[in-house]
């Protein structure tokens, strides 16, 4: 019963956002409906062919197919903004009828410039700076919070940029809070733009690396000189790096600081995939916690589904003297597009109170 209901809201979402877009635009264009039909088979089932006959679990995928994917799931992306526009658009047009042609031009032209932002949102990392005093640090620090940037989705070039916009920053230190990779077979040479980062990268595992070649990710990272946390506390001058294993537990960040010694003369840093546990973290003595995981919703109105999982799905939060901070994500999952969310770089400055 329940994979009959999940199959049925599958076929639901498939034709509100293939069938319904294509064929409302079609018909006001008066396209021959033998094209619309033949436009349909492929994007009906580009997502199967995608997830299914293009992914084989374990298997690094060659250029040409990873290249395929990527547009296949930019496609996803763009019909989902045609479909979020008609549905607009249409108590419009129910008051206000004007010619078919001018339909199809005006719901075009909407469509053409939200995709065009949302490229630009996706592809262009937005620098967000959030500024924190405490008496507990002598200088002031400068660390850079990249997170769920996403390679396999995301190409070896997109890392290089980041890598060239993070160097520009000039931060003493990098802390990535998982999904870094979602492909496996990532080698060092397509990683080895994280070899040149200009400061100490820490990197904690997100729910991506779990389910792919998870041990042999965790090996690449390490011999490219990350500092991978798993349960760990690494500390740096006045400050104390602490990183969890991303899981399902929602208990996690609790049971993972209990196995880990906190200095309370430090400044604790938590890095943790999810957002959750903040509570946990603030009676265990950690002063920053810093999060991604939720991509800030990513293509609205996705974000109404995070925000009903995550109550804190982006930016800052407290509790007590603890500080939470939310990425919104550095790179983007499935199409490399964004609809009212930016994907950001952050720029921490811990200064002395």
């Avoid at 990527?70 to 045609?82: Q, R």
């Avoid at 208990?251 to 890095?271: E, M, P, W, Y």
Wanted: proline content about 4%; hydrophobic content about 45%; some cysteine.
């Amino acid at each position: 019963m329940k994979r009959l209901t999940w199959l049925l809201l599958l076929l639901v979402v498939h034709v509100l956002v293939f069938v319904y877009p294509l064929w409302r635009i079609g018909l006001w264009l008066n396209a021959p409906q033998w094209i619309l039909t033949l436009l349909t088979i492929p994007l009906f089932c580009s997502q199967y062919i995608a997830r299914r006959k293009l992914y084989t679990k374990g298997q690094r995928a060659t250029h040409f197919v990873a290249a395929l994917r990527n547009s296949i799931d930019y496609l996803l992306g763009v019909f989902s903004v045609a479909a979020l526009v008609l549905l607009i658009l249409e108590p419009v047009f129910f008051v206000w009828s004007p010619q078919p042609n001018t339909k199809a031009m005006m719901a075009l032209s909407l469509i053409g410039m939200l995709v065009v932002w949302g490229s630009i949102a996706a592809w262009r990392p937005a620098k967000r700076t959030l500024k924190i005093n405490s008496d507990k640090l002598l200088r002031t620090v400068r660390l850079v919070q990249l997170s769920d940037v996403h390679i396999g989705s995301r190409s070896r070039w997109f890392l290089k940029y980041l890598r060239w916009r993070v160097n520009r920053m000039d931060p003493h230190l990098v802390c990535i809070t998982g999904d870094l990779i979602d492909q496996p077979g990532l080698d060092e040479l397509l990683l080895g733009d994280l070899a040149r980062f200009n400061a100490p990268i820490y990197y904690v595992t997100g729910n991506h690396e779990r389910y792919e070649d998870f041990d042999a990710i965790l090996l690449r990272l390490r011999n490219l000189g990350l500092h991978v946390l798993r349960g760990q506390r690494d500390d740096w001058e006045e400050l104390s790096i602490l990183g969890i294993d991303d899981a399902d537990d929602p208990k996690q960040v609790k049971k993972g600081l209990s196995a880990i010694r906190l200095d309370d003369k430090r400044f604790n840093i938590l890095l943790y995939h999810k957002p959750l546990g903040l509570q946990d973290a603030a009676e265990a003595g950690v002063d920053l916690m810093l999060s991604g995981h939720t991509h800030g919703g990513q293509i609205w109105p996705f974000h109404l589904a995070v925000k009903s999982q995550f109550r804190r799905h982006k930016g800052a939060f407290f509790h007590g003297d603890t500080q939470l901070y939310v990425s919104e994500g550095t790179g983007t999952w499935g199409p490399a597009l964004r609809l009212f969310s930016q994907s950001e770089i952050t720029l921490v400055e811990l200064s002395p109170k």
